[in-house]
């Protein structure tokens, strides 16, 4: 016996937001069901909501701060995408992912509370700007304010003042590409 057809709530992929008519959400079952839990899969981190199950979502969480060469981040991120996708017993297989590495530089010249090292700082801001990048949804295009960016740095113990900092070059909102996997590129503390 097959499964039933598949049945999912209809998404508004532009709102981001499911489609109500009527004060009642629409549904849609076959190939677009199957898509619209897709789209909303890869963009629900995992562990995220404890309404999802555990294997619901990706987990990029694993890519993040490890010192791994080009090939072999974009390998696992794939890999991690199809086990995403895979969970439905709608999806019988993937031929075809494409995720694209985005190294965003980080400079800042701080003020250092006494005790702290330049590396240490470096450090803490890395730890800060990887869980930010890490909630941001994969697969849609989102612009992270610049002050959100600043937070990380301010937040760092070993900081008491900055005089200048920049994010991807500039010091204004970073906007992270629907294809594009953020890592932290090069930090530069003085």
Same mark, same amino acid.
């Given at each position: 016996?097959g ?8 998404w ?6 499911p489609?109500w ?5 629409v549904?849609?079952t076959?190939?677009r ?6 789209w ?8 995220a ?8 979502g ?10 791994y ?12 995408v199809? =086990?995403? +996708?895979l969970?439905? &017993?709608?999806i @019988?297989? /993937?031929?075809?992912?494409s ?6 530089? #980080? ?21 800060a700007?990887? =869980?930010? +990048?890490?909630?941001? &949804?994969?697969? @849609?295009? /989102? ?10 740095? #301010? ?27 953020p890592?932290?590129?090069?930090? @530069?503390?003085?």
């Amino acid at each position: 016996e097959g499964l039933p057809l598949c049945r999912e709530t209809d998404w508004d992929f532009t709102a981001n937001q499911p489609v109500w008519r009527d004060g009642s959400p629409v549904f849609v079952t076959g190939q677009r069901a199957v898509l619209i839990w897709a789209w909303n899969a890869l963009h629900t981190e995992r562990f995220a909501h404890d309404v999802y199950s555990s294997d619901y979502g990706p987990d990029f969480s694993a890519l993040l701060g490890q010192s791994y060469a080009e090939e072999i981040r974009q390998s696992k991120a794939i890999r991690i995408v199809r =086990e995403t +996708l895979l969970v439905n &017993p709608y999806i @019988t297989g /993937v031929s075809q992912v494409s995720v694209a590495e985005r190294e965003i530089p #980080l400079t800042a010249s701080v003020t250092l509370v006494e005790g702290y090292t330049a590396d240490r700082v470096g450090d803490q801001l890395e730890a800060a700007v990887n =869980e930010l +990048l890490s909630s941001q &949804p994969f697969g @849609t295009t /989102v612009t992270i304010p610049f002050s959100r960016f600043l937070a990380c740095l #301010l937040q760092c113990p070993g900081v008491a003042d900055y005089s200048a900092y920049t994010v991807d070059g500039a010091s204004a909102a970073v906007t992270i590409n629907a294809g594009d996997a953020p890592v932290v590129g090069t930090i @530069t503390i003085t």
